[in-house]
């Protein structure tokens, strides 16, 4: 577990050293870096790895795009696979949360916009 970001020398960010903000991670995880009954060396490697994405982002082009319900529906095509939160799917009362935080967003945002334009003209008046 690596230290990434902080002002001090052992943030990865700031000085680039693996060794040093994996060593300050792992401290701050209550666990050894090297020793201990955990089996860390204390040592850093790298190994290859291959990642696979479509040029597309899997977008499919606009004459064969489907409805949001195909997907976002009790019986849509992905109904059957598990393991992730699917709005449309899986909510009944958590859409509704979800999207009561949408309006109420949305209020805030109106809200906020009336009082800075108001603001604005008697300060210019």
Known sequence: MPHLFGKDDAA???TFDWNLAIEAGMAVAGEP???GSV???GEVGWMET??????TQMV???GDAVECGSCH???GVLASLGGFYLPG???GAFDWLLWGLVG????????HGVIRAVGSKRRSS
């Open 12 to 14: 990865y960010w700031k």
């Open 33 to 35: 870096y090297s020793g």
């Open 39 to 41: 089996p860390f060396s």
């Open 50 to 55: 291959v990642f696979f994405e479509p040029a």
């Open 60 to 62: 499919a082009p606009s």
């Open 73 to 75: 529906s009790r019986d």
């Open 89 to 91: 799917r899986d909510g």
């Open 104 to 111: 109420l967003t949305l209020v805030v945002v109106i809200v």
